[in-house]
């Protein structure tokens, strides 16, 4: 990370004038991009291939992209034709950058094309500077159309000015931003690696506590579910419509929401396997409202229903009664007897045998809906009250550990992050001098 600080300076500097530039080498330039790129549209090239307009991965045939955007309907004879080595101006430019062209092929006509003008112009030089954040710092005085949504005009961005390094130069800082940005980003990769084997082993670690208990020592007995397997011979299996009982929540009009008193949304219980202490939400609701909807310690909310079956399922547990609220519609409540510790209910409602659970049963018409019926047939071991609290003090200490672990990753992937932010900044715009031999790689 001290890599920037011991690398070399140019031998002198002369103030650029330019905000996002700050201070250029003496021996570079800076040029308005209207002398630099143009904006093109060749059009009635239908038959060349469709490509993808990109943040991560740049303009690349559709067939690179794993999450695509639906197929445009009828002519593609509007669509603009772009060559490999050329810039497209995106709707999200203004927080990503401009996208450096992979293949030729036709994109969207709601984007701009730019073409070099100049043959000493080095493309993949390029490719970095339209990519940094000080650029995109620029892009920003070029926005236009707020209220129809946000897009970078290149009638006003023409009039900002680039850098100009010696093509040598360019050829340089490319091949060494190359190099250095693939040896952090394999950095990352490798740090996001460890924090899914963390999430596993903490997975593991639950799922054992919650089905096979703390003793290895102790008898076991099948449970007679195939996907639980054995569990200690002294612990119970039940379900739960024998347990306590469901309801669904409250379904009403937009009027009904935005003042009054608590309401726990769709998005309380899906982000957190314990509900918040307070909750933003408010709603009208009347005094029968809050009767019917309350949410009592012990309650255990599920998301009922979403597009995918992959979000229905969460388990959050109410660990202290939120007084006067209610919960939406999109949630089911199930409210145990006091068979459950609410410890003990936070882990294993929300154990991974759990969301397979779900989602193989899951009713998916248009949308996912986990029905009541479907719920109150989920087994639920049952170990006594005593060490369901042990299993729950348990994990809370163990996954604290396996919790701090990837945040020890996470923080060290925001530095590689930042460190390649400034790297690429500090390249393009003159501020670091790369090694003279990355010209000739």
Not at 21 to 47: R, Y
Not at 191 to 209: F, Y
Not at 306 to 333: N, V
Not at 397 to 415: G, P, S, Y
Request: proline content about 4%.
């Amino acid at each position: 990370m001290n890599e920037l600080t011991t690398m070399p300076k140019y031998e002198a500097y002369k103030d650029s004038g330019i905000g996002w530039i700050g201070q250029l080498p003496t021996n570079w330039k800076a040029i308005k991009m209207k002398f630099l790129f143009k904006d093109t549209s060749i059009k009635n090239k239908a038959k060349e291939i469709l490509l993808s307009v990109t943040q991560n991965q740049g303009v690349v045939p559709r067939d690179w992209v794993a999450n695509r955007m639906v197929m445009p309907s009828g002519s593609l004879e509007s669509f603009k034709f772009i060559e490999k080595g050329d810039f497209a101006i995106s709707l999200r430019s203004f927080e990503g950058g401009l996208e450096y062209c992979h293949h030729d092929g036709i994109i969207s006509p709601a984007y701009t094309v730019l073409k070099t003008k100049r043959t000493d112009l080095i493309e993949s030089f390029y490719k970095y500077l339209f990519k940094s954040q000080a650029f995109i710092s620029e892009l920003q005085t070029s926005v236009v159309g707020i209220r129809e949504g946000k897009n970078i005009s290149y009638d006003e961005l023409q009039y900002s000015l680039l850098p100009i390094p010696s093509e040598k130069e360019q050829t340089a800082i490319a091949n060494f931003l190359d190099i250095k940005t693939a040896q952090i980003d394999e950095a990352i990769a490798i740090k996001g690696k460890q924090i899914d084997l963390l999430k596993e082993r903490k997975q593991i670690i639950i799922q054992q506590a919650v089905t096979q208990g703390l003793n290895p020592d102790t008898p076991m007995k099948d449970s007679g579910v195939d996907w639980i397997g054995e569990i200690p011979e002294h612990w119970e299996i039940s379900k739960v419509r024998y347990l306590g009982i469901t309801q669904n929540g409250i379904s009403a009009g937009a009027e009904y929401f935005g003042s009054g008193f608590p309401f726990v949304s769709y998005g309380d219980v899906y982000k957190n396997r314990e509900l918040p202490s307070k909750v933003s939400g408010l709603a009208k609701s009347s005094t029968n409202d809050r009767k019917q909807y309350s949410i009592l310690e012990n309650d255990i909310l599920f998301t009922r229903t979403s597009e995918t079956a992959e979000e229905i399922g969460f388990a959050s547990i109410c660990m202290k009664t939120i007084e006067d609220s209610t919960f939406a519609g999109f949630l089911i409540r199930f409210r145990p007897a006091k068979r459950l510790f609410k410890g003990f209910s936070k882990y294993y409602f929300n154990a991974a045998m759990m969301r397979e659970y779900f989602v193989k049963e899951m009713n998916l018409v248009i949308r996912a809906s986990l029905s009541q019926e479907l719920l109150k047939n989920l087994p639920v071991l049952l170990p006594s009250l005593d060490e369901q609290e042990l299993i729950f003090n348990y994990l809370e200490n163990e996954t604290r550990k396996i919790e701090d672990a990837i945040d020890i990753q996470v923080q060290q992937i925001e530095k590689l992050k930042e460190y390649k932010t400034t790297l690429i900044n500090s390249a393009v715009t003159g501020k670091i001098k790369v090694p003279k031999l990355m010209v000739d790689r």
